[in-house]
Each structure stands twice: as structure tokens, then as C-alpha cells.
């Protein structure tokens, strides 16, 4: 146990302090160590090229309405991350980042959810590319996280390491606390509105034996 306690973020407890990481706490499931095997390597680029293609074959197949509407949700989600990150930006978050070499990041294979990868889809854009090779987390490159802000994982966003915080004002931690707030709201109104397991780990899901038939959109 270290001396790190939780985030703002921390109410629901995404993420465990007591690792000093970012690393989820998945409610039900056993959290695999990440593989570096070649079979390891193989079976995470199976699993995430099937959700992937599930995503966007049920983003498709969407009446235009609905479609409209989740990439109109899914545009603010996206602002709302990107002020978050600017806050954190302003206490050279990204300067703290990139000297600590992404030790909170050792997990963030599974932090990607169908939610956050939708935006990919809503914004017409060619979606990540995960490199599970890499033995940390596979979207973690030299020049730090390969993932743009506004469609970096929920998880990633909300956490706010103590090196950070403690160069944020009352005021900008009182924002942050708001902003977070907003995000958190919104993103459960879409999982109702469009798919309970939109929040939940893309790979975890997939890992999943029983998840025959089960659709991320409604
Ligand atoms: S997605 Fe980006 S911020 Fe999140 S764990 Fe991976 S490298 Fe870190």
C-alpha cells in the first residue's frame, strides 16, 4: 500500500490507489495479467478485432435517427473529456506524464469501452489500433498516449494522479469535480438509452463465454 489515496474520480471506485496505478477494479470478472506471448498477443488482437467489427456493424445498422442522436452524445462526451484533460494539461499534466513513463497505464488494454470506441465510428474516423505487443498498455506510445483526448477510455480521463492535483487550484479542482460529474451522467444516460454494456471493457466483454447473442447497441 503507498501513500496515493483516490482521485476525484475514484467515487465508484474505477480505478485502485492502492496500486498507486490505473488499474480497474472489474466488478465480477478476474482481471487476466497482460500476455506477451505469442499466444497471449494473438488471442488480444482476435477478441479486439471482433468487438471492433461488431461495433461498427451495429453502429451501421442503426436507424439514421438514432444514429444522429448517439453521435450528438457522444460529441459532447468527447468535449467533456477534452476539458477535462485541458485542466489537467494546465498543471502540466501532460509534461508529469511523459517523465513518469505511464506507470498508471500498465492495464489500459482493458480500458477501452464500446462507448468510447463508438467515437471512432460517430466521427468517421479510422479507430485506434491497439499494439499488444508492447507488454504495457497497447495504445501507450514514445511521445505518451496515441489516443486523441476526446476519445481517450472514461477511465483514463477521470483519473487525476496526486502529482497533478497538488498543482491544481481550489477553483480548478472544484471544475474538475463538475466536469467530471457532467461526464459521468452523460455517459450512463446513453448506456440506458442505447446499450448496457456500452461501459464496460470492450476486451472483458469479449472474453466473455456466455456473450453469445449479446448486442452493445439497442
Ligand atoms: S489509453 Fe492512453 S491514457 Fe489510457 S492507459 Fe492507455 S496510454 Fe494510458
Same mark, same amino acid.
Given at each position: 500500500?503507498?501513500?496515493?489515496?483516490?482521485?476525484?474520480?475514484?467515487?465508484?471506485?474505477?480505478?485502485?490507489?492502492?496500486?498507486?496505478?490505473?488499474?480497474?477494479?472489474?466488478?465480477?470478472?478476474? @482481471?487476466?495479467?497482460? !500476455?506477451?506471448?505469442?499466444?497471449?498477443?494473438?488471442?488480444?488482437?482476435?477478441?479486439?478485432?471482433?468487438?471492433?467489427?461488431?461495433?461498427?456493424?451495429?453502429?451501421?445498422?442503426?436507424?439514421?435517427?438514432?444514429?444522429?442522436?448517439?453521435?450528438?452524445?457522444?460529441?459532447?462526451?468527447?468535449?467533456?473529456?477534452?476539458?477535462?484533460?485541458?485542466?489537467?494539461?494546465?498543471?502540466?499534466?501532460?509534461?508529469?506524464?511523459?517523465?513518469?513513463?505511464?506507470?498508471?497505464?500498465?492495464?489500459?488494454?482493458?480500458?477501452?469501452?464500446?462507448?468510447?470506441?463508438?467515437?471512432?465510428?460517430?466521427?468517421?474516423?479510422?479507430?485506434?489500433?491497439?499494439?499488444?505487443?508492447?507488454?504495457?498498455?497497447?495504445?501507450?506510445?514514445?511521445?505518451?498516449?496515441?489516443?486523441?483526448?476526446?476519445?481517450?477510455?472514461?477511465?483514463? &480521463?477521470?483519473?487525476?494522479?496526486?502529482?497533478?492535483?497538488?498543482?491544481?487550484?481550489?477553483?480548478? @479542482?472544484?471544475?474538475?469535480?463538475? &466536469?467530471?460529474?457532467? !461526464?459521468?451522467? !452523460?455517459?450512463?444516460?446513453?448506456?440506458?438509452?442505447?446499450?448496457? !454494456?456500452?461501459?464496460?471493457?470492450?476486451?472483458?466483454?469479449?472474453?466473455?463465454?456466455?456473450? &453469445?447473442?449479446?448486442?452493445?447497441?439497442?
Amino acid at each position: 500500500m503507498n501513500d496515493r489515496h483516490p482521485a476525484p474520480g475514484n467515487r465508484r471506485r474505477e480505478q485502485n490507489p492502492a496500486y498507486g496505478l490505473l488499474q480497474p477494479i472489474f466488478f465480477g470478472y478476474t @482481471v487476466n495479467a497482460p !500476455l506477451t506471448t505469442a499466444q497471449g498477443i494473438e488471442r488480444d488482437t482476435g477478441l479486439w478485432d471482433r468487438g471492433m467489427a461488431l461495433l461498427e456493424r451495429e453502429f451501421s445498422l442503426l436507424p439514421m435517427e438514432r444514429r444522429d442522436e448517439l453521435a450528438a452524445l457522444l460529441a459532447e462526451v468527447g468535449r467533456l473529456k477534452e476539458e477535462l484533460l485541458s485542466l489537467s494539461d494546465a498543471a502540466e499534466g501532460s509534461t508529469i506524464c511523459a517523465a513518469c513513463g505511464g506507470a498508471c497505464c500498465r492495464v489500459g488494454r482493458y480500458h477501452p469501452t464500446p462507448l468510447d470506441l463508438l467515437a471512432f465510428h460517430a466521427a468517421k474516423e479510422i479507430p485506434v489500433v491497439p499494439d499488444f505487443a508492447s507488454g504495457v498498455c497497447p495504445f501507450l506510445g514514445p511521445a505518451g498516449c496515441g489516443i486523441a483526448p476526446s476519445k481517450r477510455p472514461f477511465t483514463c &480521463v477521470i483519473f487525476i494522479c496526486d502529482l497533478i492535483e497538488e498543482r491544481l487550484s481550489g477553483d480548478e @479542482v472544484t471544475r474538475l469535480h463538475q &466536469v467530471e460529474e457532467e !461526464l459521468r451522467l !452523460l455517459r450512463e444516460q446513453t448506456a440506458t438509452r442505447f446499450g448496457r !454494456l456500452l461501459t464496460r471493457s470492450l476486451l472483458l466483454e469479449m472474453e466473455r463465454s456466455d456473450r &453469445v447473442g449479446d448486442r452493445f447497441l439497442h
